[in-house]
C-alpha cells in the first residue's frame, strides 16, 4: 500500500482518499466503477481486478483510505458492520474456539455470537472487562479472540485497549476493536496493540445516515489476506455506489468528529447543570467508568452522550414529543442530532432485569450530537425540559 500518506495528517488523509487516481480522464474525484466484472489481458493473464465480489476498483479506494487512517497494512469493506464482524468470526473460529466479548457490547454483536454460538460454530463467553478478575478468568480459557468496544453503549463506559490487549496477546488471542464510536479521529486501537479494528461504516465514517457499510482493518497484511479469502468465500461485500458515497462521507471525517465533539461538550456542560436531569454520561465527566483511561487513550471523548431525566414514566415521552431538533432514531454518528430511548429501542431485546443490571433505566436516553448549530440544539433541549 502507498507510503508516502504516512507523514500526512488523519485530516489530510481523510479528503484525499482516491483522488487523482483516474488515469484515463484525468478526473480528480474517482469515477464509480459498477462493473461486475474486468476483460482480462489476455490468455490465462487477469488484470488487478477480474470479479468484483472479490474486489473492486471503488470499494478498494474506501479500504486503502480506511487503512490509512488507522494505521494498518490493509483493510476489507463489508456491506454492514455486523457483516464485517460476522465476516471475522467465520474466517478465525472453529468449533471449540472460544470468543471473549464484553457484557455491554453493541446489541447487534451478542446476538450474533449468542446465537452462532448455541448452534455451535464456536463459543462465546461474555465478561465485564472492567472487571480485572472477571477478566482474567475468562483469559484463562485460552480464547482464540477477543473483542473490546470502547466507549460503550449506551453508557460510554472506557476500558483501556492497551492492557487489555497485552493480556490477551499473553494467553495467543488476537484483538479485535469495534472502533465505531471514536473513529480513527479519536482512537487509534492498531497503535494501542490490537490486531484487528473494525467499524460499521453506516455510523461515523460516512457521517450522512444514507448508507450502511462494514469495514475490516488489519496490522497485517498475511491475516488480511486470508480474511479476504473468506470474504469472497461468503460474499459479505459492499457495492461500488455505496463505497463511492462512503468515500465522499469520508472527506469531512476529522471536521464532523471535532466539531460534532465540540457541540457534544456543550450539550454536556448544559445537562450537568440542569435540575431536571439526573445523571450524565460521557467520558469527559470525572464520574464515568474509565474516566482516567480516556484522558490518555482517546484524542477527545466524542459526540455520543446519555442522561437520566428526573420524574417517573410519564415525563418520557412528554419530553422527547416537545423536541424539534433531536429526532427519536437509533442510529448515530450522522451530521444530524439524534435521541435514542435504550429501553425501547436499541436495548429492548435484552431482559429488564439485564438492563437493570447493566444500569439502563428507562429513564435513560441516549444522545449522538450533530452538525446542527450549538444555539439551536441547546435551545431545543431547554424548551423541551421545560414541558416536563
Ligand atoms: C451500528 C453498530 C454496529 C453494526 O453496524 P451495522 O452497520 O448496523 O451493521 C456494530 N458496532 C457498533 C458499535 C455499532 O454502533
Not at 500518506?5 to 483516474?22: E, H, K, P, W, Y
Not at 453508557?155 to 494467553?171: E, F, G, P, S, W
Not at 461538550?265 to 482516567?292: C, E, M, R
Not at 416537545?322 to 450522522?334: E, K, R
Amino acid at each position: 500500500m502507498a507510503s508516502q500518506s504516512n507523514n500526512l495528517s488523519q485530516g489530510t488523509i481523510a479528503v484525499r482518499g482516491g483522488l487523482n487516481t483516474d488515469d484515463q480522464y484525468g478526473s480528480v474525484v474517482p469515477v464509480i466503477t459498477p462493473s461486475t466484472c474486468y476483460r482480462y489481458e489476455e490468455f490465462a493473464k487477469s488484470r488487478e481486478f477480474d470479479y468484483a465480489r472479490k474486489a473492486n476498483p471503488s470499494r478498494r479506494l474506501v479500504e486503502e483510505t480506511v487503512a490509512k487512517l488507522e494505521g494498518g497494512a490493509d483493510a476489507i469493506l463489508t456491506n454492514c458492520g455486523m457483516s464485517a464482524i460476522h465476516l471475522i468470526s467465520v474466517a478465525l473460529l472453529a468449533p471449540n474456539d472460544l470468543v471473549v466479548a464484553p457484557h455491554d457490547c453493541y446489541g447487534g454483536s451478542y446476538r450474533l455470537f449468542n446465537s452462532l454460538s448455541q448452534k455451535g460454530y464456536f463459543k462465546v463467553k461474555f465478561v465485564d472487562q472492567s472487571d480485572l478478575v472477571a477478566l482474567q478468568e475468562a483469559l484463562s480459557l485460552h480464547p482464540k479472540l477477543v473483542l473490546i468496544e470502547t466507549p460503550s453503549n449506551p453508557l460510554l463506559r472506557v476500558v483501556d485497549i492497551k492492557k487489555i490487549a497485552q493480556q490477551a496477546h499473553d494467553v495467543g488471542a488476537l484483538v479485535l476493536v469495534d472502533n465505531t464510536f471514536m473513529t480513527p479521529i479519536l482512537q487509534k486501537p492498531l497503535e494501542l496493540g490490537a490486531d484487528i479494528v473494525t467499524h460499521s461504516c453506516t455510523k461515523f465514517l460516512n457521517g450522512h445516515s444514507d448508507l450502511l457499510a462494514g469495514i475490516l482493518v488489519f496490522k497485517d497484511q498475511q491475516l488480511a489476506t486470508d480474511v479476504l479469502w473468506w470474504a469472497n468465500n461468503i460474499g459479505t461485500l459492499t457495492s461500488s455506489f455505496d463505497s463511492y458515497l462512503l468515500l465522499r462521507g469520508l472527506r469531512t471525517l476529522a471536521a464532523r468528529v471535532n466539531l460534532q465533539q465540540d457541540n457534544a461538550q456543550k450539550v454536556v456542560g448544559f445537562l450537568a447543570n440542569h435540575p431536571k436531569i439526573a445523571k450524565v454520561f460521557h467520558p469527559s465527566l470525572p464520574t464515568n467508568l474509565g474516566h482516567d483511561i480516556a484522558k490518555k487513550q482517546q484524542k477527545g471523548f466524542g459526540s455520543l452522550l446519555s442522561f437520566e431525566l428526573v420524574g417517573d414514566a410519564d415525563v418520557m415521552p412528554k419530553f422527547l414529543k416537545a423536541l424539534n431538533i433531536f429526532t427519536l432514531a437509533q442510529s448515530l454518528g450522522g451530521v444530524e442530532s439524534l435521541i435514542c430511548h435504550p429501553a425501547t429501542m436499541t436495548h429492548s431485546g435484552i431482559s429488564a432485569e439485564a438492563r437493570k443490571t447493566a444500569g439502563i433505566s428507562d429513564q435513560l436516553l441516549r444522545i449522538s450530537v450533530g452538525l446542527e448549530d450549538i444555539t439551536d440544539l441547546l435551545a431545543d433541549l431547554q424548551q423541551a425540559l421545560e414541558t416536563v
